[in-house]
């Protein structure tokens, strides 16, 4: 992390590392399509498959930014599309709760995001990427002090 | 490096296959690299690449190198394990190896074809998605699916139409069945009806055959005015006390239970003059002055649809109260069976023929369908331009007040024809302009807008009938608590895929049909109800469920019973034991992990997605090469 203060300078030298946890019925299959139908995004996420969005516990999200992820995506089914019935909600209440956690812990909004993605939607998957791609790059690296 | 749970067992013995898919992996992504480099990875005993591991070829080349290299553990790195996972796993399981100790690595729809102008980029991502595989592979563990026995015997709650249907089914099939009916006999809301649609059967000689074969059943065992008390227990093994009136609550033991409680019509108070004027009732009060003929001498009748439903009291259409207005319509322009209480002595009396009508009704059956039809067809358009012009045959005016005729399938819609031939008059009216109901020295009148002449009329009325939604019974809740299944917003039961499983229930063993779970008529009831029965006798006749073997376990020395879990889950399956502690029914766990991630304690562990694993992949992700 030394040559961060060069990266700063030498702009694309930046690659902002994201984590995203999908459920395996909605967004899983939405990030499936993005291949299915050749949409391009850019390589920096890493996708830990979960049965559903409500499987991910908070702890593993502060988890990946201890660890050095600059950004973490939980993805689920669109509200009352849940696999399991109503998991996506309790997602939805955690994500509100962590997004408040983080942003008091210095970590900032953009590098946390709770997305509804349907087996539909690889456009849209692909758009996610992108935009938080963009996002972590305009912030750079998570403060230090923080991690 | 992470820690060893390999615990005091062998060293894991991870086999990696790395699939070219033709070009659509290799062609973008270096596949020789990324196999060299899965050898180096920890406990990975061997790794190799395949031009496609799906064919035949790859295939045995799996088997044969979990032989010849003693692997315990399979990755392979190809395409979604949403097509091929159950491929891979009964090729390993065909080896020996427990499918549940197999880990797929996305390469192609989260690698190569969404990188595919960045060959470098993408094959570093590769070695990461391998890398994490491993990592989770690491930590795997053998599952076992485990058989849960069922007991053969059903519960069907409600006595109508749709319960008798359903219990009748079951009981034929050769399973005992328990019919709980509230009320003190069986017939549910059909018995309070009179007429029924495209029938000349009575509403009581209809389902009088249905009761009988009830009755005759020696597999169904009735309990008459009673009640669900209480359920414990899951699929297959449900403990039921049958609640009596004042008796000794009955214990009864079931696998599956059916739930088939009907509805009832909403009561409009405070809407269209309701209980103002004895003129003033609803479609259910009609059937009833019906039934005890006791309908009164009507020279016009009007019905108002929609009567408190779609944004009145409800939001909803109610679906089948168009095609009972226009069922009672006719019954009233034909003035069948004498409903409207004129009796031939009576009308004798007055010096009226009562005869007429019937008189038109056997011209009427005597002229061929097509012709009904083509003239319906011209009169319809006559009933547009003259709307209070010529009266029904029978002399009597009858009106129905609609927002838009849902007379649904072909059957309703020759109705609904039928009905305008009878010269019954449709007048429209829109949503924020109802029909008002007032009584001017003590005669009835409905003041309506005219959609056509733009402008405000009133019609003097005998009798206005208001067709009213009907909605969910007082006690859904109580019963949907009891049985831990779910209520729609507008209260009804609430199936677990409103297309693909309508009379399912998400919680498994637990069925739906008819009417509690959303306005039918008795076809529709009728044909839910054989789905219903149908469906709650898979596992009867299976005799035993195959419980999921990815489920939560409890922790029992770390949980504290605070029941966190045992409300975040939806499928009802954890519940306190007799210490208070969270026990998992796992015949009912759908393996979501919604638990595991709530316990406080950290006293839940998902199976197959355990914490260790998941964020062994996460650290896995995160790892600087």
């Not at chain 2, 005993?45 to 979990?66: P, Q, S, V, W």
């Not at chain 2, 549940?100 to 190569?112: G, I, K, P, Q």
């Not at chain 2, 355990?610 to 996460?618: G, H, K, P, S, W």
């Amino acid at each position: 992390m030394v040559e961060r203060s060069e990266a700063e300078q030498d702009q694309p030298s930046y690659n902002p590392r994201i984590v995203a946890f999908c459920c395996n019925w909605c967004s899983y299959a939405g990030a499936d399509l993005a291949g299915t139908t050749r949409v391009q995004y850019p390589p920096n996420v890493r996708i830990v498959r979960v049965m559903c969005s409500g499987r991910v516990d908070p702890a593993f999200v502060l988890k990946a930014f201890t660890l050095g992820a600059d950004g973490v995506i939980i993805a689920g089914c669109h509200p009352s599309d849940c696999h399991y019935i109503n998991g996506n909600e309790k997602t939805a209440t955690r994500g509100d709760f962590l997004s408040e956690f983080l942003e008091e812990a210095g970590i900032e909004s953009q590098r946390f995001r709770v997305e509804w993605i349907a087996g539909s939607e690889g456009q849209k998957f692909a758009e996610v990427i992108r935009g938080m791609v963009s996002d972590l790059e305009m912030l750079g690296p998570v403060a230090q002090e923080v991690a | 490096m992470p820690e060893n749970t390999s615990t005091e067992k062998e060293k894991p013995r991870i086999g990696v296959f790395i699939c070219h898919c033709g070009s659509n992996i290799g062609g973008f992504v270096d596949v020789k690299a990324v196999t060299e480099y899965a050898s180096t990875l920890p406990d990975v005993a061997y790794a190799t690449d395949n031009l496609y591991t799906c064919a035949e070829d790859g295939l045995n080349n799996i088997k044969e190198t979990i032989k010849e290299h003693n692997l315990d553990r399979i990755i392979v790195a190809s395409c979604t394990p949403r097509t091929h996972a159950p491929l891979f796993q009964r090729t390993c399981e065909a080896a020996g190896v427990n499918k549940y100790m197999f880990t797929f690595v996305n390469l192609r729809e989260h690698c190569s074809w969404v990188h595919m102008k960045e060959k470098e980029k993408a094959t570093q991502k590769a070695k990461d998605l391998v890398r994490m595989g491993v990592a989770r592979a690491r930590f795997l563990e053998p599952q076992e699916e485990t058989r849960v026995d069922v007991t053969p015997t059903a519960l069907v709650v409600g006595g109508g139409v749709s319960g008798m249907t359903a219990a009748l089914s079951l009981a034929n099939m050769g399973f005992p069945v328990h019919l709980v009916e509230k009320d003190k006999e069986l017939g549910g809301f059909v018995r309070s009806l009179h007429a029924l649609m495209m029938t000349t059967k009575s509403a009581n000689e209809t389902i009088r055959p249905l009761i009988d074969k009830v009755n005759a059943h020696k597999n169904i065992t009735q309990h008459l005015s009673s009640h669900v008390a209480s359920v414990e227990g899951f699929i297959g093994n449900y403990d039921v006390s049958i609640g009596g009136d004042g008796a000794e609550p009955k214990e009864v033991k079931v696998g599956t239970i059916i739930v088939a409680t009907g509805a009832v019509p909403l009561v409009p108070d405070g809407l269209f003059g309701y209980k103002e004027h004895p003129g003033i009732i609803t479609s259910s009060e009609f059937e009833e002055l019906c039934n005890k003929k006791e309908l009164p001498r009507l020279k016009s009748v009007a019905f108002i649809q929609c009567a408190g439903a779609r944004g009145q009291k409800v939001s909803y259409c109610s679906r089948i109260c168009c095609n009972v207005a226009i069922k009672s319509a006719i019954h009233i322009a034909e003035n069948r069976d004498n409903i409207l209480g004129v009796t031939e002595e009576k009308a004798a009396e007055a010096g009226e023929a009562v005869e007429e009508p019937a008189a038109e009704k056997k011209a009427e059956e005597e002229g061929s369908e097509r012709r009904r039809r083509r003239r319906g067809r011209g009169r319809q358009a006559e009933d547009g331009a003259g709307e209070e012009g010529a009266a029904p045959s029978s002399g009597v005016e009858v009106t129905v007040f609609n927002r838009d005729v849902m007379a649904y399938g072909v059957e309703n819609e020759l109705e609904f024809n039928k009905a305008r031939e009878k010269r019954v008059k449709f007048v429209r009216y829109g949503p924020d302009n109802l029909p008002k109901v007032s009584v001017k020295d003590g005669k009835l009148e409905v003041g309506y807008f005219h959609e056509t002449l733009k402008m405000e009329r009133t019609m003097p009325v005998d009798m206005v009938i208001l067709s009213t939604p009907l909605v969910a019974q007082p006690d859904a809740a109580t019963l949907s608590q009891l049985l831990k299944v779910p209520l729609g917003q507008d209260g009804f039961f609430q199936e677990a895929h409103v297309k693909l499983r309508p009379v399912d229930f998400a919680t498994d063993g637990v069925y739906v049909c008819g009417a509690c779970r959303g306005p039918a008529d008795i076809a529709e009831s009728v044909s839910q109800a054989a789905g219903a029965a149908s469906r709650a006798s898979i596992p009867l006749a299976n005799g035993f469920v195959q419980a999921e073997a990815l489920t939560s376990v409890v922790d029992e020395t770390k949980c504290t019973g605070c029941g966190t879990c045992v409300e975040v889950c939806p499928y009802s399956a954890l519940r306190k034991n007799d210490e208070g502690i969270s026990e998992v029914i796992a015949a009912a766990c759908k393996g979501c992990g919604c638990c595991g991630a709530t316990c406080p304690e950290g006293a839940i562990t998902m199976t197959h997605y355990t914490d260790q694993q998941l964020l062994a992949e996460a650290k896995a992700a995160l790892e600087e090469v």
